[in-house]
């Protein structure tokens, strides 16, 4: 299911929101700061909700 | 049409569609469906006598709904068979036989309510898929009123109202009171252009069939009055900007501009309000008829054909070539060819050229007799294998087969392969060898680089094809890069193992980088995709190991992006110098620990095969 993710730059540190289904098809993905590709998904927007 | 169903080497089975499809090049067998048409073609001679009696109506879908047609019908005047078929959803009904009046009429009892789908299984040497385009439908488009206002109508209709087999005989007439509009206005990039409706492409056929169309008015009405509303006009083929002259030299008004809004008037007319571009004012017009140029999309329903010859494609849908420049009517799978607007959006004579390259194509294959197949191939230890499959599931290519229920241990068609090596990287059990690219050499490669003054080393895995090419790119620029950086090719970034990059860790590397294709330009169809999952589990397992994860980098570089490369090698020597000597010292004893454990693990477990491989009474 596609939602938001909370996503974080390997690069620059950078830390932001964009959505991810980690069952669908790869998209190129890269930091909206630094262009970098090594972006990661740390976890679900509501995932770290629920645990906040 | 006619000619390709006459020639005695072409089979044309029309009213089918492929179900299935096995094998590999030189060896495909393709399961075709032929769809019951309950009319036998043998028999049917188009006489046209069962058309006559039906009572039986649906929208013309050839007519694109101008007209109507019976339940039993010729699909098009040219239809190759020349043959009738019955359209059983719009039939009144054939158990219990309703009306059956077809069946009464036709002399030559061709019509068979019985009539089943076929299975019939196919083998070819090579395949080549042509499976066109969709046409974009503007009922989303609110702001022109399609559907809402009878005058609006698409391109593709225009085209059948003018047409001399068309419903009105090539009359132009407009829907809502049948006279002839005398103003009519052509909307250009609708559904094209626009990021808005998911098609930021320019469908390339637009244009000219918009000029096409003003000059057949002008020809045919020289008193009605053509207006074209564009972006820019893309008059970019041989002859195409003599007839975009013509065009406005026969009184036919471009305006440089994107209606905003369309509403009805008096009597079905049109009024438009649009902001001229070139005047920089907003104007009204009036219209008895408009045209929206409609775009192109991929077909929606390409997906089974993609998935069974494990093609790829763009973002927009387009089926994607092997090369765009070497190998532009190859598909990534070998002995698979494209041809026409399944591979972007062309004109009919760009689609024939296609279409006869791939066409020669398929004739140098099969001429050759046999196939020459890369030596990079994988490699399976049928001692090692478990038949867990994931080899299988991974494979771009479907050149792999394991069956886990079965236990039937994995096996590779060497010349289905590609050599990619990605299910080297996935198979856990470490039974499959990549030639070439083994793993013994890749690790020697990493040992070697990092055998002396590792702190001072940055290792960059760089796949053959694009950013190894980078690397070339830069060098061949003369563009200076931080020479800490050291380059292991493999042929793929699906390659690169996660034992790979840890040995580098392991060894003493303050950072690797994993470097590859962009997705778009992967020459292994969605190997990449591979990768990027394998580094998440990286990033994640040196986390929990308490080692910093941004030392592990990812970048996509293309073959043409040298300066990229220079620049990320540069950012790698950065990141280089922010790591300190206890950090390594931290990684290596880390990992080591682990490497221990595995070791133990893989050891028990090789021992307990082995015992229960003796344990089996003999016979």
């Not at chain 2, 024939?352 to 194509?361: L, S």
Request: charge should be negative; include cysteine; hydrophobic fraction near 35%.
């Amino acid at each position: 299911m596609v939602e938001p993710w909370n996503w974080k730059c390997m690069r620059c540190g950078h830390d932001y929101v964009e959505e991810y289904d980690p069952k669908a098809a790869m998209t190129e993905r890269s930091c909206p700061e630094c262009r970098s590709n090594s972006v990661r998904p740390i976890e679900s927007v509501a995932k770290a909700k629920a645990k906040s | 049409m006619m000619d390709a169903g006459r020639h005695p080497n072409i089979k044309l089975l029309t009213y089918s569609e492929v179900a299935d499809v096995s094998g590999y090049v030189g060896n495909f067998k393709v399961t075709v469906r032929q769809k019951a048409r309950y009319v036998d073609a043998t028999l049917c001679n188009a006489c046209g006598e069962c058309e006559k009696v039906c009572p039986a109506t649906h929208p013309d879908e050839f007519q694109m709904g101008l007209s109507t047609r019976r339940a039993v019908y010729l699909p098009f005047p040219q239809a190759v068979p020349s043959a009738y078929l019955l359209d059983m959803e719009t039939c009144l009904g054939t158990n219990p036989i309703a009306c059956g009046k077809c069946a009464e009429v036709c002399e030559k009892q061709a019509i068979d309510y019985d009539d089943q789908d076929e299975l019939t299984v196919i083998e070819v040497g090579a395949i080549v898929v042509a499976t066109g385009m969709d046409v974009y439908d503007p009922t989303a488009l609110d702001e022109y009123g399609y559907t809402r206002y009878e005058n609006v109508i698409t391109s593709m209709e225009f085209e059948r109202l003018i047409c001399a087999g068309g419903p009105t005989i090539g009359h132009l007439i407009r829907p809502s009171d049948q006279k002839t509009p005398m103003r009519i206005g052509f909307i250009q990039c609708v559904g094209s252009r626009s990021l808005r409706d998911g098609a930021g492409y320019c469908s390339n056929i637009c244009c000219m069939n918009t000029v096409k169309d003003t000059l057949l008015i002008r020809d045919h009405y020289p008193a009605a009055e053509c207006s074209v509303f564009y972006i820019d006009i893309r008059a970019f083929g041989k002859g195409f900007e003599d007839l975009y002259d013509k065009s406005r030299e026969a009184g036919v008004k471009y305006i440089r501009g994107i209606p905003g809004e369309i509403s009805e008037i008096d009597g079905g007319n049109l009024r438009l309000i649009v902001e001229n571009t070139t005047e920089q004012r907003m104007e009204t017009h009036e219209f008895d008829m408009i045209v929206l140029s409609v775009g192109v999309r991929p077909r929606s329903d390409d997906a089974s054909i993609r998935r069974l010859l494990t093609l790829s494609t763009t973002a927009e849908g387009w089926l994607m070539e092997s090369h765009p420049k070497l190998k532009p009517v190859d598909a990534p799978t070998k002995g698979v060819y494209i041809a026409g607007c399944t591979e972007s959006p062309k004109d009919v004579k760009d689609s024939v050229t296609q279409a006869g390259a791939a066409a020669a194509r398929v004739g140098a294959l099969l001429n050759a007799g046999k196939v020459t197949v890369e030596s990079i191939t994988c490699h399976i230890d049928q001692e090692i294998c478990n038949a867990c499959g994931l080899c299988v599931d991974i494979c771009p290519y479907g050149a792999l087969s394991a069956d886990k229920k079965a236990k039937i241990k994995a096996s590779v068609v060497d010349a289905a392969c590609a050599g990619c090596g990605t299910c080297g990287a996935t198979c856990p059990q470490g039974a499959i060898t990549m030639r070439h690219f083994t793993d013994a050499q890749i690790i020697a490669q990493v040992d070697a680089l990092l055998a002396e003054k590792s702190e001072e080393k940055v290792i960059v895995f760089a796949c053959n094809w694009c950013s190894y090419a980078g690397g070339d790119t830069a060098g061949i620029s003369r563009m200076q890069y931080a020479a800490s950086c050291r380059l292991i090719r493999t042929m793929c970034s699906g390659r690169i193992d996660e034992d790979f990059v840890l040995r580098a860790f392991r060894e003493g590397a303050p950072v690797v980088l994993v470097s590859g294709c962009h997705f778009a330009d992967c020459h292994y169809i969605d190997a990449n995709r591979q990768t990027v999952k394998r580094l998440y589990r990286l990033w994640k397992y040196l986390e929990k190991r308490d080692i910093r994860p941004e030392r592990l980098q990812l970048e996509w570089i293309s073959a043409a992006e040298g300066p990229k490369f220079q620049k990320t090698m540069n950012q790698m020597e950065e990141l280089r110098q922010t790591v300190t000597a206890e950090e390594i010292a931290h990684t290596v004893e880390v990992l080591a620990k682990e490497e221990e454990k595995k070791r133990a693990r893989r050891a028990k477990q090789a021992q307990q095969r082995q015992s229960a491989e003796t344990e089996v009474p003999a016979g």
